[in-house]
């Protein structure tokens, strides 16, 4: 598959790259450089996408090899696109963080290690937008990482960042096991995130509202396939969304349009319902992508959180429905978003315990790794 060009990408043929390094058994090792491509070589790389997806199944199926864990470097910022004017405004200013990190502490504590199996890092930095937009640059090299770890026959955790890059996963997926293999989504949040950009009543609509209504091709599609390489949108009935608890009308008629199954917190509570649910959406589709936001737990357990998010889970609930999904053996990528926003004086370190906690449940009992 190849993606589609706009105009900044034209503009700029380098796509990150990162180096490959032998590992031993459970141990990780980050991998930071960079290498320059031309744009004829990087057209070649993507023109062979879909001949390598349709022989991944047989090659390599789920049976990984490793663990590609990605991280971004970016604290949270307000993404936006703005309707009132014409052409659309969008804002995509990048922020760094200041005070100490969620990824500081699942290095510090060989949290990765719980995977059992060898690991790299990608570190997504300033150097990853070479010289494009950030809400381009930003999603396409994340597409990449994604890509590149699982042609070498990776699982995918992203552990860091905002739902808004989700697209982003959802593309390498799709470009590195191919249009032929169907991808279903599993989402974990207090909101479905899934405005329509083109029919809001909003005149800014924020980036991290949009993941999910991008995903299922019911909004921005030239920057779904140009920027996050996802060229077919993820069926709605591969979409299972829970607990939604904070999704306005909008959102819920949003997600019957397209199909999309979604329980709400009594039912995300009751372990069989989940476990139905799931097991339903893993045998119609070849690989599942579980992506989990921070605030589907109790306030309790997020002191440091961006914002008012009433209601949640126990950690130990959700701590369940991770393991439900990847022992399912379908899944083949990982995020959990959410946990930092440069609070660590308000209580961060409670908060990151929170996600390492979430992140060792995915490890931990991801089957086929």
């Not at 032998?22 to 090792?29: A, L, N, P, R, Y």
């Not at 390599?60 to 990605?70: I, N, P, S």
């Not at 737990?297 to 393991?323: M, N, Q, W």
Request: proline share 2%; net charge negative.
């Amino acid at each position: 598959m190849q993606l589609r060009k706009s105009a900044a990408v034209e503009k700029c043929s380098r796509y990150s790259m990162y180096r490959h390094r032998k590992m031993s058994e459970g141990s990780c090792i980050e991998g930071a450089c960079r290498k320059e491509s031309t744009e004829s070589e990087q057209e070649g790389k993507m023109e062979g996408q879909n001949e390598k997806g349709r022989k991944w199944k047989q090659e390599q199926g789920m049976e990984a090899g490793g663990l590609t864990v990605v991280e971004s470097s970016f604290c949270y910022h307000a993404w936006r696109i703005n309707r009132s004017v014409t052409p659309w405004k969008v804002t995509s200013e990048i922020k760094l963080f200041q005070q100490p990190r969620d990824v500081e502490l699942y290095r510090r504590e060989r949290t990765y290690e719980k995977a059992g199996r060898p690991c790299r890092i990608v570190t997504l930095d300033e150097s990853c937008l070479a010289g494009r937009e950030p809400h381009v640059g930003l999603f396409q090299s994340l597409s990449d990482a994604v890509y590149d770890g699982i042609q070498r026959g990776d699982r995918i955790l992203v552990s860091s960042g905002y739902c808004d890059l989700a697209p982003a996963v959802a593309g390498g997926i799709q470009r590195a096991v191919g249009m032929d293999q169907t991808i279903g989504v599993i989402w974990i949040d207090a909101h479905s995130d899934n405005r329509i950009v083109e029919t809001s009543e909003m005149e800014e609509v924020r980036f991290v509202s949009i993941p999910v209504s991008v995903m299922c091709g019911q909004t921005m599609e030239e920057w779904r396939k140009t920027a996050c390489g996802l060229e077919a949108p993820v069926e709605g009935k591969h979409l299972l969304v829970s607990d939604g608890r904070m999704n306005n009308q909008e959102f819920d008629e949003n997600l019957r349009a397209v199909g999309a199954k979604k329980l709400n917190s009594e039912e995300f509570e009751n372990e069989e319902i989940w476990k139905k649910a799931v097991q339903e959406l893993a045998e119609q589709v070849d690989v599942l992508y579980l992506s989990v936001d921070a605030d589907i737990l109790k306030k309790e357990y997020l002191p440091a959180y961006e914002g008012e998010v009433p209601g949640g889970h126990e950690l130990s609930t959700v701590d369940e429905r991770i393991r439900t999904v990847m022992e399912t053996g379908k899944v083949l990528a990982f995020s959990v978003f959410c946990v930092d926003f440069d609070r660590y004086e308000q209580g961060g370190e409670q908060m990151y315990r929170s996600g390492q906690r979430l992140i060792e449940a995915g490890l931990e009992s991801w089957k086929g790794i």
